[in-house]
């Protein structure tokens, strides 16, 4: 069964002489079950292509879709609740929130998801 596919994904970067094509007409699909490693020379766009898959990016163009749903047609609060309980994404550069421990940055998501359990 199919879980994820991405379609004619284009990311962008800049404008005019500054552009940078961070991701050029990217297609796959990955299986339920699959495990799946991106790999690539320095700047070739796996964090570009992460960060949108984890919808804390926006594509410039193309599509994404997350077990049959297209991720960016989500409305705000629909969308804010994927990225909350479908994804987990680990950055490359940690951002985690000083002022919490280990603990309290790990468990993080899941108090803010149950305090909304109700709302959904
Ligand atoms: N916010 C941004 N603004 C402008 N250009 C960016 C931005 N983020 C990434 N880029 C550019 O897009 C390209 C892809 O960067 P990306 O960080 O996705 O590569 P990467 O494969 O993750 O590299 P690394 O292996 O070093 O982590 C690079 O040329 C980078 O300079
Ligand atoms: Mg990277």
Same mark, same amino acid.
């Given at each position: !069964?199919?879980?994820?596919?991405? =379609?004619?994904?284009?990311?962008?970067?800049?404008?005019?002489?500054?552009?940078?094509?961070?991701?050029?007409?990217?297609?796959?699909?990955?299986?339920?079950?699959?495990?799946?490693?991106?790999?690539?020379?320095?700047?070739?766009?796996? $964090?570009?292509?992460?960060?949108? &898959?984890?919808?804390?990016?926006?594509?410039?163009?193309?599509?994404?879709?997350?077990?049959?749903?297209?991720?960016?047609?989500?409305? =705000? =609060?629909?969308?804010?609740?994927?990225?909350?309980?479908?994804?987990?994404?680990?950055?490359?550069?940690?951002?985690?929130?000083?002022?919490?421990?280990?603990? =309290?940055? !790990?468990? &993080?998501?899941? &108090?803010?998801?149950?305090?909304?359990? $109700?709302?959904?």
């Amino acid at each position: !069964m199919e879980i994820l596919r991405i =379609e004619h994904l284009t990311k962008i970067y800049g404008k005019g002489e500054n552009e940078v094509r961070a991701l050029d007409d990217v297609s796959f699909s990955v299986e339920k079950g699959q495990f799946v490693a991106i790999i690539g020379p320095s700047g070739s766009g796996k $964090s570009t292509l992460l960060h949108i &898959l984890g919808g804390v990016d926006v594509p410039t163009s193309g599509k994404v879709f997350m077990d049959g749903k297209d991720v960016f047609t989500q409305k =705000e =609060e629909e969308f804010a609740i994927f990225r909350r309980r479908q994804v987990g994404l680990i950055y490359q550069f940690y951002n985690l929130i000083p002022v919490l421990n280990v603990e =309290e940055n !790990m468990t &993080l998501p899941i &108090l803010i998801s149950a305090k909304d359990a $109700s709302f959904c």
